[in-house]
């Protein structure tokens, strides 16, 4: 299993054959299941081959989408990693790699928002957002592939996150701090468009503690996090229903 790791345009040339591409991602989902960080280093790799093809690379991107379907509790720690190997497709850098990478990953991001609460996107501005187990927030642009933002301030890992409306404001929410909070993430200038970690929160809301061990270990896959006209919509992973005013 290892060996066809170690060998992998053998493997997608084998996974673009409709006969036999289900028992070839079973086998390559099984691997990923056993070492999440491998696979997904291999097919980062392969995605950018584009000298073997269009069709090659896309699928490459495509076999993350489907572990990230069939094994979510495994790329959960993996989630910036995850993000920025399949960004490294869209470099502004080579115009060839991002035109032919963009619609695989376009589904693959929104496969990661579509699948864990502490993920989001927003059209209009191209930020995408990932909540980090350490309690940081890391803001991509991908307009230029890049980290765009680092938001520090929880002390637990971000469960939730959804930007507002216009993109000038992301909210996130943490069980293990118990706290949601509100980040100004619209534009602040030239000297504010600098990666950094500035002081950026624009509000802090302390919850009640829940007991996170007492619930399974999915228990994150209950979250959701909105804003509405009167605030922010929260459910926490016991199923909780909270509504936060925002001035």
């Given at each position: 299993m290892h060996a066809a790791m170690r060998a992998p345009p053998d493997v997608l040339a084998v996974y673009q054959d409709p006969q036999v591409a289900q028992s070839c991602l079973t086998v390559l989902v099984q691997v990923g299941n056993a070492d999440p960080w491998t696979l997904l280093q291999v097919m980062g790799?392969?995605?950018?081959?584009?000298?073997?093809?269009?069709?090659?690379?896309?699928?490459?991107?495509?076999?993350?989408?489907?572990?990230?379907?069939?094994?979510?509790?495994?790329?959960?720690?993996?989630?910036?990693r995850f993000t920025e190997a399949v960004l490294r497709c869209l470099e502004p850098s080579d115009p060839a790699l991002r035109r032919q990478s963009l619609m695989a990953v376009t589904s693959a991001l929104h496969e990661l928002v579509n699948t864990f609460p502490m993920v989001d996107f927003h059209q209009q501005s191209q930020k995408f957002a990932v909540g980090t187990s350490d309690g940081r927030v890391v803001v991509y642009d991908l307009r230029t592939a890049t980290k765009w933002r680092i938001l520090e301030g929880h002390t637990g890992a971000v469960a939730g996150l959804a930007f507002a409306g216009d993109g000038n404001r992301l909210s996130s929410y943490s069980a293990n701090d118990c706290s949601v909070r509100v980040w100004q993430t619209g534009s602040e200038g030239f000297l504010g468009g600098l990666l950094g970690s500035g002081k950026?929160?624009?509000?802090?809301?302390?919850?009640?503690?829940?007991?996170?061990?007492?619930?399974?270990?999915?228990?994150?896959?209950?979250?959701?996090?909105?804003?509405?006209?009167?605030?922010?919509?929260?459910?926490?992973?016991?199923?909780?229903?909270?509504?936060i005013g925002i001035d």
């Open positions: 790799k392969a995605a950018r081959r584009v000298d073997i093809g269009a069709a090659y690379a896309s699928s490459a991107i495509f076999v993350l989408v489907a572990f990230v379907q069939r094994s979510p509790g495994k790329v959960l720690p993996l989630l910036t950026r929160c624009l509000k802090t809301q302390v919850l009640p503690p829940i007991d996170l061990l007492s619930g399974t270990s999915n228990g994150w896959r209950n979250v959701t996090l909105k804003w509405s006209d009167q605030g922010l919509k929260l459910v926490r992973e016991n199923g909780d229903n909270l509504r």
